[in-house]
């Protein structure tokens, strides 16, 4: 294993989640300018005209959504103070805030956020995600507007508190420039390629806890943290390979599971694959604590199933499958294989870790028997055939998690559109379908662990890890938080005296 680690090392990975972490409260606060490194432009300011994460990253704190979460995931208010969902859950009603006004003295009543829901489900807007199920928008009065739906959608009002569902003022020209938003901060000036800054926005009514905000690009990590020594910058994201270089210096690192997940997909329509003794021994063949060490310097949370760790409703199965080569052996001449048996693992070209992780777990394979054949192909390839094509054995890819459950679990649908694991299970469709239409929390979450315990056992993939992000701030430096959407909300930064 040395070797392998040895042998990764020198490749370099791309490791993009959306986490954080964050401090315990010093009440003795200095109000100040806030400096953190990001490492990509965004590509405008827009929230609802994007898809970029660099863009809700920053947006989040000049715009607001009717809900927001907080870092446990649970929702709480933002522009609206309160909200209703009706008993037959086909309407949401939510309560604005008193006197909301955006940056440019307009007002921000029922009507403007109308009209910025009407703007993020028109057919000109490049959305993020579909809002179709939005069949009408009616504004009682002014503070009180309410969504309505000719359908059941469970996940409804999950989706007001994602950040291209931002309320933006949809009077106002250019937004990608000049952003006009109801959030903490306003956008004073911006060099492409160089900083962002925000100042305060003087009609933001709750408590902020520095004076403005720097973003300063930064593509290169090792110039990020030579700007952290510098204390030129008071807040950096880095990579596990790089976490020595701030290690027993003072700095408060940050580092916490986030709301994604990271996995081998197995194709069940594949016949040897479609035999759980195959897809078990395949899961007792590997060490997920080596890969995740050598591919991820040790920074993620092992799973067992095709959930985060974040969300709520998260079993560990982690132990599931516990590193058994014997047993993987026997089970592979349980089901006909005593003599071997090749596969293909196609691994996207333009994710490194991935092939890293591919490469770990090809040569793990083989030590039971099973030769793997590596094709390593263009992104736009595994997505058509990949993905779409569903032509393929094996392949290591990752997933973005949402705040409501269907949205992952829903790739084992089946008869779903996204299931290219190929994978089928009566139960499971009973328990997707029943979520749909299920309005209480309560058995929507035994639904949920019940398709965790599912998956666990038949593992129609070998689920990895939770990956970690490793937020690095100054010693003076307190309040940074995780979020289970990718977003930051640096009102809550601090600098102590």
């Known amino acids: 294993m040395k070797k392998i ?24 606060v200095k109000k100040d300018i806030i400096t953190m490194a990001i490492p990509v432009d965004p590509d405008g300011l827009d929230p609802q005209l994007t898809a970029s994460a660099s863009t809700f990253q920053i947006s989040s704190n000049i715009y607001e959504t009717l809900i927001t979460v907080d870092d446990k995931g649970e929702i709480i208010p933002a522009l609206a103070s309160s ?124 408590e902020v806890k520095n004076e403005g905000v720097r973003f300063v690009i930064m593509p290169d990590l090792t110039a990020e943290i030579t ?50 003794r195959v897809r078990q021994a395949i899961n007792y063949a590997v060490n997920k604590d080596e890969v995740i060490e050598a591919v991820w310097w040790g920074y993620g949370k092992k799973i067992g199933s095709h959930f985060p760790v974040v969300l709520k409703d998260y079993v560990d199965y982690s132990e599931n499958y516990s590193y058994n080569p014997e047993k993987a052996k026997e089970l592979l001449a349980e089901a006909g294989y005593a003599n071997g048996l090749t596969l293909r693992m196609d691994l996207p070209k333009n994710y490194q870790e991935y092939v890293n992780a591919g490469i770990v777990i090809a040569q793990s394979l083989k030590k039971v028997g099973i030769t793997v054949d590596i094709n390593i192909v263009e992104w736009a390839y595994w997505l058509s055939e990949v993905y779409v094509g569903r032509n393929y054995d094996l392949t290591v890819v990752g997933h973005t998690g949402r705040l409501d459950p269907y949205a992952l679990l829903v790739k084992y649908l089946s008869y779903g559109n996204e299931n290219y694991f190929n994978y089928a299970n009566s139960e499971v469709d009973a328990l997707l379908e029943k979520y749909q239409s299920e309005l209480k929390d309560s058995k929507r979450s035994e639904y949920v662990k019940r398709i965790q315990e599912i998956l666990a056992n038949e593992v129609p993939a070998l689920y990895i890890q939770d990956p970690i992000q490793i937020f690095v701030a100054q010693s003076d430096i307190f309040g940074f938080k995780a979020y289970p959407i990718n977003i930051y909300q640096m009102k809550e930064v601090y600098r102590t005296k």
């Open 5 to 28: 680690i040895t042998l990764l090392l020198v490749l370099s990975l791309a490791f993009s989640l959306f986490a954080g972490g964050s401090a315990e409260k010093n009440e003795t």
């Open 83 to 206: 909200w209703s969902v009706s008993e037959d859950g086909l309407a949401i009603t939510f309560v604005l805030r008193d006197g909301a006004v955006f940056s440019n003295g307009n007002p921000c009543d029922s009507l403007a956020v109308k009209a910025s829901f009407d703007r993020l489900t028109s057919d000109i807007s490049v959305r993020r995600a579909d809002y179709s199920f939005i069949t009408s928008i009616e504004t009682p009065n002014a503070n009180t507007i309410v969504f309505k739906m000719d359908k059941l959608n469970v996940a409804a009002l999950s989706s007001f508190a994602y950040p291209w569902a931002a309320v933006v003022d949809a009077s106002a020209e250019n937004l990608r420039n000049k952003p006009v938003g109801t959030g903490p901060y306003v956008l004073t000036s911006w060099t492409a390629q160089q900083d962002l800054v925000l100042d305060l926005n003087k009609d933001y009514p709750y």
């Open 227 to 276: 700007a952290l020594n510098a204390k030129e910058v008071d807040l950096i994201l880095i990579t596990g390979d790089l976490a020595s270089a701030v290690e027993n210096k003072g700095y408060n690192i940050i580092s916490v599971a986030g709301n994604g997940l990271q996995l081998m997909a197995m194709n069940s329509s594949n016949k040897a694959l479609s035999d759980i």
